[in-house]
């Protein structure tokens, strides 16, 4: 079987059925449950991790509103604290491990391939095997919360709280345990994102014409690498401590107390702008279609991006400024701190010059922008002053961070996230969802945000902690607190509208074209929903915006196999075709894995035999996994490495 | 055939469920406000008080994690550890071996806190109450490797004098007849 | 500058709290000393330019979202598309005008770091005064505190009431034997944590007599929401007065009922948790009591110190702070009632 | 000076003669000459004038003298003979734990005091196989066993005016009539219900019988009283804390250094009312200078152990005193150890000795003290002539000779939160109570001590009356090394040891000198043992039932043969992981020790048999 010779830069050529039949059948997975449970393709994936994600995102909200209920009054009696507890721990975990990083990292994951114009991730299978290890990971937190082993730790899981001493039984475990298995699954995920990057991009999508989103998402990628090994290695530890008896965190036997929380925010802050940074991404991606121009200033956003990857590694000792670091030490990261608003107001500047300068459509999606940047520079400037040693000495660890910091997550990540699922709903089912519901969605959600995160500032200089069950009469925090209390529900019932807006639009919402909105990148080059190989031939990238960029034709590039699964692998600077590369098929093994990785953490919280028969279990799906097949045999040997010549 | 497979197999998972959440609720419940078996059913000092005394097995809180680590608070803040010390004994006998003197059944231990015993014991009923008390009882069984496993403490914050007791050998529990201090010599001129 | 301010401010609270004014003693901006004093004026400082810096950010949002394009911003098609013309000219001058920008945030914050820098140094740097020295330990889940003396039998022990002279530093060293509290009090500094394993410093003045109030803040488990500390502000005089008070051994009651009440402390669980000197009672895994009477709170500040509180916290505390060390005493109710007028018998 | 004794001590070379003796019998340790030759004559020192008793081959109280020397006049067992030393008969007492008393004889009888439940035997050694005359049981109660912190040992009796006189562990002082084995006279000093315990033996002096507490781990405050001989009525009670008036401090009072002067420092250097529970028992040994008419003792360590919780100097724990026998009435005191950290009792032994000191003659004490250092005292005044350390000590630097303080390293200073790791000497101190023996033949010191270290954390602990009151977890080991145990000859005029002999295990025994220049020890293997006095070399052993723990005494039978006597049974602090069947896994037990004693109970059984020796 030779390979038909590459053509690239044709114009589009006569779409033939037949070929999209034969693509299908090479690309497409089996039909019913064995088909659904051995599928490897980014969008079935990437689907199941956004929706997973949500679910968790909504049992986050869930527990929030069970703490909001709790607080609304002084000494209230609804939820005692040992639940209180594990509730404030669970909405932390949920929505920092298993909804905020894992929906950045699954939007990636779907719409990476798309907007680099490529077929499928970079390891599909481990793509798989991360999707399967998250759902585990996660419903072993949600299945442990239920039996009321629900951590109580915190989300930061201070240690000597959270250690054998003081952490009885196996909540703090079940955390710890969680921690690892999400920390595992967002690096795969950074591996998917940083290598289909670099070695998939479509012919002519150079480094500086890769959307901005795909940008964002690379630098996050490289964040997760280096910022989630810090708190595997400290959950680990906190195993250790807890489950063999090591002294990590003793500091009688010389441990400290002190190195979980250093370990813990290396992680910790970094993780806010992994969090933040897909974010702006999505902004910066979606703002140009509904200004009708290329966003302001794509240069300055990229530098942006990585510089503020590069500082937030060098701030997160501010978490700690209470626990009496010295003076000195303390102004350098007040300094970085205050520094990476640099970066960001730059962002915020060049998407202002962006608006300013654009003819805005103000629907939905645009809605939720610009909600962002209302509320996220509320949650900036807060940023800007907590930064400062005395005044976060005052404000720590009380409501002005927790307003702070969703401000700062809920305006500066979940706003333009419930932007995205409008602008990219239509993409990924076919059909619109209402503008007349989204608008209502984004009100609600705007309203309830200010109402319920506003006072906080206050309660938090009247002197209300964090982490409180309940709190006296005396205090006075009674009535901002009952109005934040009634935020929350305004937030739930936006909530709620959202996901009739999704239930209502999928059955009856107005069916979307190719590219709804107009857009310029490769996504909406496709049908919608895309296909299976995302494309029938692979687009030519001639600009930074691709769609509006392409000239007269649009061109592609014809030959890549329709026999096999095959990728076309460019170089990573100029994206010129590089080889031609057979790809995985579809396979259960990933699953496999993932079940006796699951059991060997899971187990091993109560037993250190689950190292011996979990490392067995995974030893064997690693077997299964690398046993070549003949078609895979069959397929390496028609790899090509492409001589530039012949393109 | 689907419907057919899925039964059983949701059946299973219930029961699976159900075990799990039995075994993770008691070992997790914090009991703050528990009313243990009243104190009159150990309060037997006799060593055939067996499990048919209306105490289970590993006693009321023999596998609850949350109570174990209230023992083994209340066993330092209340000075056993000066008798005890952390289980290997001192003035008093070891307590993380296999060999009892007085019982080894939870109602035992309640009685031997609760009225003492002749040999040094004090008595301690009317100074810690019945709930702690079977705190501390769920805790000393524990210290030989008594109870539930996955309850059992582990290392504590401080000096590590002893393997944990989540990591300490169950022992089979025995009694022993303390040996006589004193057998004096039967010799002719003895009064 | 300061009345503008102030104004802003007030606006801003109206808008979040439809006019709920707090006056209460545990509250960040209400200052009653040096250090509370000048992190409340950092905010003074900080809000201003940030609201300022806000409103500019949001009204160039909404005017730039809103305003009239004028006839020059022609459309153009680009593949298949209406997109806005490029406008090399305008570019250029918003590449300026976002470099500006820029470079004004990046004034203005190290105007700003400046500020934080100066009032940081103003709180570390150490009192060369004369001061009070006071150890402060946290438990689970109340405050032991120390008055020492280079005297040691002058040494001061009581709980969660700390008493401190006005106009005078007071240094705290803090330390924790389980897990890690955070001391705050509002109105008079910022917090610093109680480390295991460590012992940290924390000075402040109060230059108002008053009662401040505290709490932990940082998560210690389950009754975190209850380890309130009161700081009682007084004139030297009267702190020496209490000082010198709280020296004296607690005194055996005249009347029979406190006198059955000190049997019954002595006789059940009290003693295995609590000190009352001058009586054989002496454990230190609960708060000291030889002056509970002279106190205003019980339970970490959680009740106001009367018969019926103090009655109700000895029988069942769990109802009221569930998940405290301090567990429920089942005694008939003459020995409560005794028990109870002995224990506000120590004054 | 101290320095290059410390490193004589480390046993590192250092230059110094350092060999061992040829192999000899198998499991023979090694010995270790420190110091070249001895003159012939000795170092010149001698037992204090007054003190010494003529050989009468009697030995009636626990260190045969008032100046405490442990000396036999008796001269038929010697280095070239001692090799032929057989038992002469055995006695099992039926009691197995730690036996530490010394056997009394008098006259034609002996006395032994058993551990609880404190029976004591006597038997007639004009009988043959010196059959058991009567026994006398107090009958203490049984709950005091618990109140008792290491083994509920007994040091022994003592004989005067007709009657044994001992303490039981209820705190009982009782006479009985020596002929007739009937009680004369009971007095219960104490209350066990407050942790108070009797463990000592009394010195009897003039018509005095003087005892003190133990129980510095349960919270006591401790005493000293003198009882009358003839009645037990308590003549006089001297508290170690508290103010001035109950610790019998008076006009006569004149401590030599100015750290322990002032009033009512008994009370100011407690916090509030700490110093009522605050220790300082009186457990050990009492010498008596009848020149001078005054005793001499050390208090025991303050409580709890966990020294944050007592700040300040905790007067008058850990600190000699010099008292009026018939009153009281402290005339000097120099407090050792002030703020304790280690648990340094000041307990130890204390042998009167007339030195050469500077070209006069100088009547000094010589105590070897829990901290390390051996403590030269002028007997007159309490100063301070010399304090060098005889083991290696890290948890202080040295003594100041001018001041009198101790100067402590700060890294050592049990800190709540923190291990202090490598504390040298440990808890039981560079020697623990067992009783050094002196030879005016060879003017050396015999002291049978122990060679640990520990890592120590103070923990919060809460004074809950009759419960142990320590607040300090320990983990002991063996010291630098690797053996647990020496004994070593001291010069007491050159303040140097001369000579010393490494034993596996702890030394827990006393020492006895004889004029026939033998010293005999015992090991807690079981190893009855003698020794040249003058060379350290080993001449005989003999290996008892279980290891020896007590007190050896020479003395003459009614057939006028020179005998050697001396209880076998482990226990104690040191053997509490047999004695108390102690689980080894918890090195904390037993205050600690067990960690460091975990191969004991391989090594020996529990027992209590009396062994007498004679030369066939």
Not at chain 1, 355 to 360: A, F, Q
């Amino acid at each position: 079987m030779t390979a038909p010779p590459l053509v690239i830069g044709e114009t589009v050529p006569v779409d033939v059925g037949a070929e999209r039949e034969q693509m299908e059948r090479v690309w497409g997975s089996k039909r019913g449950l064995w088909g659904w449970i051995t599928t490897t393709n980014h969008k079935e994936i990437g689907k199941r991790y956004i929706t997973t994600a949500f679910i968790f995102f909504l049992l986050g909200g869930i527990e929030a509103a069970m703490m909001r209920a709790q607080l609304s009054r002084p000494e209230n009696s609804l939820i005692g604290p040992d639940k209180y507890n594990q509730i404030f721990t669970m909405h932390g975990t949920t929505m920092m491990f298993l909804f905020a990083v894992p929906i950045m990292e699954a939007l990636g994951l779907y719409f990476v391939p798309l907007m680099v114009g490529t077929r499928n991730v970079a390891f599909p299978r481990l793509n798989a095997f991360g999707y399967w290890l998250f759902l585990i990971g996660g419903s072993f937190l949600y299945v442990q919360f239920f039996l009321n082993t629900g951590p109580d730790v915190g989300w930061f899981a201070y240690v000597p709280l959270s250690g054998p001493a003081f952490g009885p039984g196996k909540r703090a475990d079940t955390w710890a345990q969680t921690i690892t298995f999400t920390e595992i699954v967002a690096i795969v995920g950074a591996i998917e994102l940083i290598v289909t990057v670099f070695k998939q991009r479509a012919v002519g999508m150079s480094l500086n014409r890769i959307p901005i989103f795909v940008w964002a998402m690379l630098v996050t990628a490289f964040m997760i690498m280096f910022a989630m090994p810090a708190v595997a290695t400290a959950s680990m530890y906190l195993a250790l401590d807890r489950l063999v008896g090591t002294h990590f965190f003793n500091p009688a036997e010389g441990g400290d107390v002190l190195l979980w929380q250093h370990m813990f925010w290396f992680f910790g802050h970094p993780e806010v702008y992994i969090i933040f940074l897909p974010a702006t991404g999505l902004v910066s991606t979606m703002l140009p279609a509904f200004t009708r121009r290329p966003v302001f200033g794509y240069p300055a956003m990229v530098l942006a991006l990585i510089s503020v990857a590069f500082m937030a590694f060098g701030l997160w000792v501010h978490h700690m400024f209470a626990t009496g670091i010295p003076q000195l030490a303390a102004s350098f990261f007040t300094a970085t701190s205050t520094m990476i608003a640099i970066p960001t107001g730059v962002q915020i500047f060049c998407w202002l010059a962006t608006i300013w300068s654009g003819r805005p459509r103000f629907a939905t999606p645009m809605l939720f922008i610009m909600g962002f940047i209302f509320l996220f520079v509320i949650g900036g400037v807060t940023g800007v002053m907590i930064a400062s040693v005395p005044f976060d000495l005052q404000v720590h660890d009380t409501f002005f961070i927790v307003a702070h910091f969703h401000y700062v997550l809920v305006g500066g990540a979940v706003f333009p996230l419930f932007g995205a699922f409008y602008y990219w709903f239509p993409k990924v089912t076919g059909r619109m969802l209402s503008e007349r519901i989204g608008k209502w969605n984004f009100w609600l959600f705007f309203i309830g945000m200010n109402m319920t995160f506003f006072p906080m500032h206050w309660l938090g200089f009247y002197g209300m902690p964090r982490r409180v069950y309940t709190y006296l009469a005396s205090t006075g925090w009674g009535p901002l607190n009952l109005l934040s209390s009634i935020g929350a529900l305004v937030i739930a019932s936006s909530v709620i509208t959202f996901l009739v807006n999704v239930v209502v639009s999928l059955r009856g919402g107005a069916v979307a074209g190719d590219n709804p909105w107009d857009a310029d990148t490769l996504e909406w080059a496709t049908t919608s929903p895309p296909p299976p190989y995302n494309f029938l031939h692979l687009p030519v990238v001639q600009g930074r915006s691709a769609l509006w960029d392409e000239g007269d034709e649009r061109q592609v590039t014809v030959g890549t196999s329709t026999e096999r699964r095959e990728v076309l692998l460019t170089t990573p600077l100029d994206a010129q075709p590089d080889s031609r590369e057979s790809h995985p098929h579809d396979s259960v093994w990933p699953l496999a894995m993932a079940l006796a990785i699951g059991v060997l953490f899971i187990t091993a919280i109560f037993t250190p035999l689950a190292l011996p028969i979990g490392g067995a279990l995974a030893l064997i799906a690693f077997a299964g996994w690398a046993w070549p097949t003949s078609q895979d045999v069959e397929s390496e040997k028609s790899d090509e490495k492409i001589s530039l010549e012949g393109a | 055939m689907c419907s057919r497979f899925a039964e059983p197999a949701a059946r299973a998972g219930i029961v699976v469920l159900v075990v799990l959440a039995l075994a993770a609720c008691s070992r997790e419940r914090r009991t703050f406000h528990d009313s243990p078996p009243a104190a009159s059913v150990a309060a037997e000092s006799a060593k055939a008080v067996r499990s048919d005394s209306g105490v289970s097995r590993d006693g009321p809180y023999g596998n609850n994690a949350w109570a174990l680590s209230q023992g083994k608070q209340l066993f330092s803040a209340f000075n056993c550890v000066g008798c005890h010390s952390h289980g290997g004994g001192g003035m008093g006998p070891p307590l993380m071996d296999s060999a009892w003197i007085y019982g080894f059944e939870p109602a035992n231990i309640y009685a031997t806190i609760a009225n003492g015993r002749p040999n040094g014991m004090p008595a301690f009923k009317s100074r810690i109450t019945p709930q702690q008390t079977w705190e501390l009882v769920a805790y000393v069984r524990s210290m030989s490797g008594q109870g539930s496993k996955a309850a059992r403490t582990n290392r504590s914050d401080e000096m590590e004098v002893r393997p944990a007791e989540a990591q300490t050998k169950t022992e089979k529990p025995v009694l022993v007849t303390p040996p006589p201090t004193v057998t004096p010599p039967a010799q002719e001129g003895h009064p | 500058m300061r009345p503008l301010t102030r104004a802003v401010t007030i606006a801003a609270a109206a808008l979040a709290c439809a006019g709920c004014s707090l006056h209460n003693a545990q509250n960040a901006l209400d200052a009653s000393g040096p250090q509370s004093a000048r992190i409340a004026g950092l905010w003074w400082l900080m809000l201003p330019i940030a609201a300022v810096v806000w409103v500019i950010v949001i009204a160039v949002m909404l005017w730039g979202a809103g305003r009239k394009r004028s006839v020059r911003e022609v459309m153009e098609t680009r593949g298949g598309t209406e997109v806005v013309a490029n406008d090399e000219a305008r570019s250029r001058r918003m590449t300026r005008i976002v470099a500006a920008g820029a470079i004004v945030t990046a004034v203005i914050l190290f105007l700003m770091l400046i500020a934080d820098f100066r009032v940081g140094q103003a709180l570390t740097m150490a009192p060369s005064t004369k001061v009070v020295p006071i150890k402060v330990v946290g438990h689970q889940f109340w405050w032991e505190v120390q008055y020492p003396d280079s005297v040691p039998n002058k040494t001061v022990i009581t709980a969660n009431e700390i008493h401190i002279p006005i106009g005078t530093p007071v240094v705290m060293e803090l330390s924790s034997p389980d897990v890690i509290h955070s001391f705050w009090v509002p109105s008079l500094t910022g917090k610093k944590d109680l480390l295991p394993g460590y012992t940290r410093s924390l000075w402040f003045r109060a230059d108002t007599a008053g009662v401040y109030r505290g709490q932990c803040a940082e998560f210690c488990g389950l009754e975190h929401a209850k380890m309130g500390v009161l700081v009682i502000a007084q004139k030297q005089q009267d702190f020496d007065a209490w000082r010198a008070a709280q020296l004296d051994s607690a005194t055996t009651p005249s009347d029979s009922l406190a006198q059955h009440g000190k049997a019954v402390f002595l006789g059940t669980t009290c003693v295995m948790c609590h000190a009352i000197s001058g009586t054989s009672a002496g454990a230190t895994t609960g708060p000291n009591l030889t002056h509970l009477a002279s106190r205003s709170t019980i339970a970490a500040g959680t009740l106001q110190n009367t018969d019926a509180n103090l009655y109700a916290w000895i029988s069942d505390p769990q109802r009221i702070k569930p998940g405290v060390l301090m567990p429920a005493t089942k005694l008939d109710p003459r020995d409560m009632q005794a028990l109870v007028a002995y224990l506000r018998h120590l004054k | 000076m101290s320095a290059l004794c410390a490193c004589a001590l480390s046993l590192n070379g250092c230059g110094l003669d350092v060999h061992r003796t040829p192999a000899g019998a198998e499991g023979q340790q090694p010995h270790i000459v420190l110091q070249t030759a001895l003159p012939p004559g000795g170092t010149g020192a001698q037992i204090a004038a007054a003190a010494t008793a003529p050989e009468d081959g009697q030995w009636i109280r626990p260190a045969k003298d008032f100046a405490s020397s442990r000396f036999s006049g008796l001269n038929e067992i010697t280095t070239s003979n001692v090799a032929q030393l057989k038992p002469a008969w055995t006695f099992p007492t039926g009691v197995l734990r730690g036996q530490e008393a010394a056997p009394i004889v008098v006259g034609h009888m002996m006395y032994v005091v058993t551990a609880y439940p404190n029976l004591l035997y006597a038997f007639d050694l004009s009988k043959p196989g010196a059959s058991l005359k009567w026994m006398y049981n107090p009958k203490p109660a049984t709950s005091s066993q618990g109140e008792a912190c290491c083994d509920v040992v007994n040091r022994g009796a003592s004989y005067a005016d007709g009657k044994i006189i001992y303490a039981t562990l209820d705190n009982n002082v009782v006479a009985v009539d020596a002929e007739s084995g009937k009680e004369v006279w009971r007095t219960k000093v104490g209350d066990i219900n407050k942790g108070e315990t009797m463990t000592m033996a009394p010195l009897i002096v003039k018509d005095r019988v003087l005892v003190g507490n133990s129980g510095g781990e349960m919270g006591v405050r401790g005493w000293i009283k003198g009882l009358d001989l003839k009645t037990g009525a308590v003549k006089w009670t001297a508290m170690h804390t508290g103010p001035d008036s109950v610790v019998l401090i008076g006009p006569s009072f004149k401590p030599f250094y100015k750290k322990d002067q002032g009033t009512d420092l008994g009370v100011k250097t407690w916090p509030g009312t700490t110093w009522q529970i605050g220790g300082g028992g009186m457990w050990g040994w009492i010498s008596y200078d009848p020149a001078l008419d005054l005793i001499f003792y050390g208090s025991s360590n303050p409580g709890p152990w966990n020294p944050e919780q007592r700040p300040g100097d905790n007067k008058w724990t850990s600190t000699f005193f010099a008292r009026r026998p018939e009153t009281g009435e402290a005339i000097w005191a120099y407090q050792m150890n002030p703020h304790d950290l280690h648990d340094y009792d000041g307990v130890n032994e204390s042998i009167l000795l007339d030195i050469p000191w500077h070209g006069s003659k100088r009547g000094i004490l010589v105590h070897p003290d829990r901290n390390g250092y051996m403590y030269a005292l002028d007997r007159a005044t309490g100063e301070v002539l010399y304090a060098n350390p005889y083991v290696h000590i890290t948890s202080s630097d040295s003594v100041s000779l001018k001041t009198g303080e101790l100067a402590l390293n700060p890294t050592k200073e049990p800190k709540m939160g923190k291990i202090v790791r490598d504390v040298c000497p440990a808890a039981p101190g560079g020697k623990d109570w067992q009783p050094s023996a002196f030879s005016p033949r060879t003017g050396l010191m015999y002291v049978p001590h122990q060679n640990l270290c520990m890592d120590e954390q103070p923990t919060a602990v809460s004074y809950i009356s009759g419960t142990p009151y320590v607040g300090m977890d320990v983990r002991m080991k063996p010291g630098m090394g690797g053996n647990r145990g020496f004994v070593t000859a001291w010069n007491p005029v050159t303040g140097k040891p001369v000579w010393r002999i490494s034993e596996p295990f702890p030394v827990w025994s006393g020492a006895l000198a004889t004029a026939g220049d033998v010293v005999f020890y015992g090991t807690m293997e079981g190893w009855f043992k003698a020794v040249d006095a003058r060379t350290g070399a080993p001449l005989w052993k003999y290996k008892t039932t279980s290891g020896i723990i007590g007190q050896p005494v020479a003395f003459r039978g009614p057939d006028g043969k020179e005998y050697v006597a001396v209880m076998s049974g482990v226990g104690g602090w040191s053997g509490a992981i047999v004695a108390g069947g102690l689980d080894p896994r918890d090195s904390s037990a037993a205050l600690g020790f067990v960690g460091a004693m975990r191969d004991l109970p391989r090594v020996t059984p529990k027992g209590g048999t009396l062994y007498v020796f004679s030369l066939r």
